[in-house]
């Protein structure tokens, strides 16, 4: 390319590296004397790739972006600084300090982990930074690291987001997050993703997702095209690989970032702290000075809940931050937990007994209902996708709702897997047996449906506003929305209930104002409980007008009774990491006490082994 000589008050002194939309030059500052990396934007290279197809016609936004990007980033020891932009001679052009290394695409074969963690841990730092301003790289990559004796450095800001500024470009596909193929808005989250992907490939030298053929190198455009489709749809529906062996935190960090829900996704500090020396340890000890200087009771309360060795009990829980949401157990106490099961898990249903329990086994081709025991693990059936399931209160009996090539059933099966009974029927959600363990009932468009073989009805006696529902000894306990009183309340329907026949309704009564995503009665059927996203509400049967309001730090996404209704394990979003909380009830006092062995948790039940 022939650039005009001089180019200002920069004298370029020799070709760095060239992309598809810019050559990099090292050049010298005649004023303030120094050497600087200018990016020259070349239309012509463009002009000349194969990948123009898929650039904006307008580059000058890129251009233009990229620089206010920078600019806005401010210093920071891990980001490349800007100290000047403009356009001359019709070049647009980018100056900023010159880092005298290498991309990490450069080094990356053969880079110890060690060494590969330290970088990685530069990179978060930089995107803290980042983040807190408002801004979103968007276009995180190998080639856009570079690394000297100082660390890493985050550069070329062509696909940043700023507030109230688009991205000029969605950055590299194969390093694109899925909610950005499916057409929503750049975030955080994203550029957690792309730290994935880089990460991934520099442990595994391959990405995460590929296609049938992966080098796309001498491609048509047609070729391209079809490639790239073929790599969005591998993106958005194709798990990914799990990494096996090296180091287990920067293991860990990869399979969280490459979560497809971003909410999962861990955040930059979060990740920086599990790639520190010490890893989740390094977690606990601050979490636990923290309890010491500012909560001194937290810190009693942890050291009496590891001490509480001879409770028999388990947690069984899921967590998605080893990959897909694989299954785990863990005695009431904060010692590690036990992995149970390396694939995605959900699901999870605890028996009657208290000491067994089933879940649903996930691969991609079909999904398997298992039934774990102290002594041995079983599966009971296979479908293209199970939705939910129950247990009859005998615990004989285990219902699910299926979906199989062609159709949608609920079947019932013994506890060895014997096929009892299956009938047509598409439901939602809340499949429970009645206490008389004689017919389920499910929720469908919020109307309540009664279940028995050969007789399934809608059961119309009861409000088609349901949205979540359960029995209890004394009844059937549903939340309604209200729009003169919002958000509803929790209401008892009792009456003639023990067939699956139209029920005769003898009492509706609105127990209490509130709002439930789940309901549940307590295990000694003294009362029951409801959580929405601030709260976790204990009401008894005999004493209405005093409930028990455990409010949650964080959003509550899961609840499981311990050994009583004074006693709670509670999955809470905070920092926006699913996290499993103790919650110990003393009067009007609360004692949280965090589990650290885990983090990213989805579902858990309690098993009492009573």
């Known amino acids: 390319m022939d650039l005009p000589n001089p180019f200002g008050k920069y004298r370029l002194e020799r070709e760095l590296g060239k992309g598809a939309t810019k050559t990099v030059w090292e050049a010298f500052d005649t004023v303030q004397e120094r050497k600087v990396a200018l990016k020259v934007y070349a ?3 463009l002009q000349t790739s194969p990948n123009a197809l898929f650039y904006p016609p307008d ?9 206010v990007a920078q600019t806005r980033a ?5 980001i490349a600084t800007i100290y000047d932009a403009g356009q001359r001679d019709g070049w647009f052009f980018i100056v900023e300090e010159l880092i005298e290394g290498r991309t990490l695409a450069d080094v990356v074969a053969g880079l110890p982990q060690r060494r590969l963690r330290a970088y990685a841990r530069d990179i978060c730092s930089g995107l803290r930074h980042l983040h ?3 801004i979103v790289h968007g276009d995180l990559k190998l080639e856009n690291i570079i690394v000297d004796a100082a660390g890493a450095h985050i550069t070329d800001f062509g696909a940043a987001m700023l507030p109230a500024r688009p991205p000029a470009s969605q950055g590299s596909l194969r390093y694109r997050a899925p909610e950005i193929i499916a057409g929503q808005k750049l975030t955080p989250a994203s550029d957690m993703w792309q730290l994935g992907v880089l990460l991934y490939r520099a442990v595994a030298g391959a990405f995460p997702f590929n296609t049938s053929v992966s080098d796309w190198s001498g491609a048509t455009p047609e ?3 079809h490639y790239r489709e073929e790599l969005k749809h591998a993106i958005m529906n194709q798990p990914f690989t799990p ?4 180091n287990t935190n920067l293991r860990d960090v990869i399979h969280s970032c490459l979560q497809q829900d971003p909410s999962r996704r861990m955040t930059p500090q979060q990740a920086a702290l599990r790639l520190g020396p010490f890893g989740w340890w390094k977690e606990l000890a601050i979490a636990s000075a923290l309890s010491v200087v500012l909560v001194p009771g937290v810190w009693l309360g942890m050291r009496q809940y590891a001490e509480k060795t001879a409770d028999p009990a388990d947690i069984i829980f899921t967590a998605s931050e080893h990959g897909a949401a694989s299954l785990y157990r863990a005695n009431a106490s904060l010692r590690p937990a036990e992995s149970l099961s390396e694939g995605a898990s959900f699901g999870l249903t605890a028996h009657p007994s208290g000491n067994a329990f089933s879940y649903v086994r996930a691969s991609v081709s079909e999904q398997q209902l298992r039934f774990h025991t102290a002594t041995d693990e079983r599966v009971l059936y296979t479908a293209k996708r199970i939705t939910q399931q129950a247990w009859s209160p005998d615990g004989t009996k285990l219902a699910a709702l299926v979906e199989t090539a062609d159709d949608y059933l609920l079947v019932i099966l013994g506890k060895d897997g014997t096929l009892l009974s299956q009938e047509r029927g598409r439901y939602e959600k809340d499949l429970a047996w009645h206490p008389s363990g004689t017919y389920l009932t499910a929720l469908a468009n919020n109307a309540l449906f009664c279940l028995q073989p050969g007789h399934s009805r809608r059961a119309t006696e009861y409000p088609s506003d349901i949205m979540t529902c359960a029995w209890t000894s004394r009844g059937l306990l549903a939340y309604r929305p209200d729009p003169e009183r919002p958000p509803g309340f929790i209401v008892r329907y009792v009456g003639k209930q023990d067939a699956p026949d139209r029920h005769e309704l003898t009492l509706i009564w609105n127990e209490t104002w509130g709002k439930a995503k789940k309901i549940g009665e307590l295990r000694d059927k003294s009362g029951y409980w409801f959580l929405n996203d601030e709260r976790l509400t204990v009401e008894r049967w005999a004493d209405a007008l005093n409930a028990t309001i455990i409010n949650v730090p964080g959003t509550a996404l899961a609840a499981a009774e311990g050994k009583n209704a004074e006693d709670w394990f509670i ?4 920092d926006g990491l699913p996290e499993l909380l103790h919650a110990q009830v003393a009067g009007e006092r609360v004692r949280w006490t965090p589990y650290l062995g885990a983090r990213a948790l989805e579902e858990l039940i309690y098993l009492s082994k009573r």
């Open 59 to 67: 580059m000058q936004s890129i251009e233009h972006g990229e620089a």
């Open 571 to 574: 999955v809470a979003k905070r």
């Open 223 to 225: 070729q391209l095209r």
């Open 243 to 246: 990494l096996k062996g090296g």
């Open 74 to 78: 401010g210093h920071h020891p891990h």
């Open 43 to 45: 239309p012509e290279n």
């Open 132 to 134: 807190r301003r408002g």
